[in-house]
């Protein structure tokens, strides 16, 4: 299983706008510069991030964007819809397959049962949390010497 481009950037997306919280919003261009995600491709991730309610434009056009709720109010699992309307490790347990033998089949009971813990690993962690850990890294990489310099 693998998350597509799409997510994976929501996620970075809203975790640079949760990180930088100001009240007046983060323009796009320095989630752009911070995230190294194109411009025009970063038109794609926050319009389905608007459409999804997850972030919304603080004074109308040419502004900064903000969380609709605060971070911790919104799941990691929550972005991922934003992209994709549901996981589904294998495809027998998409909504949109009738397998005939759903009911019958021990190796789907072993899909959907990782699938559901997939989804729950993604619904109990929050994007505060990624924020904070990611504020927490940049603090150590800050701290560390530069390459010129030796180690006391």
């Not at 799409?6 to 996620?11: D, E, T």
């Not at 990691?76 to 005939?100: N, R």
């Not at 072993?110 to 505060?128: A, S, T």
Request: charged content about 25%; hydrophobic content about 35%; some cysteine.
């Amino acid at each position: 299983m693998k998350f597509n481009t799409k997510i994976r950037y929501g996620i970075r997306t809203m975790m640079e706008i949760a990180m930088h919280d100001s009240g007046h919003g983060v323009y796009q261009k320095d989630i752009s510069k911070n995230q190294k995600i194109s411009f025009k491709y970063l038109d794609q991730i926050i319009a389905a991030l608007k459409a999804a309610q997850l972030i919304t434009n603080i004074k109308g056009k040419k502004s900064g964007y903000a969380l609709t709720r605060p971070a911790a109010q919104i799941s990691i699992y929550e972005i991922h819809k934003a992209f994709e309307p549901e996981i589904s490790i294998v495809d027998c347990l998409s909504e949109m397959i009738e397998c005939e033998y759903q009911n019958y089949c021990a190796p789907r009971e072993l899909w959907e049962g990782l699938n559901e813990q997939i989804i729950d690993y993604l619904e109990r962690h929050n994007l505060d949390e990624l924020a904070r850990k990611q504020l927490e890294y940049n603090r150590q990489m800050n701290q560390q010497p530069s390459s010129g310099e030796e180690n006391i």
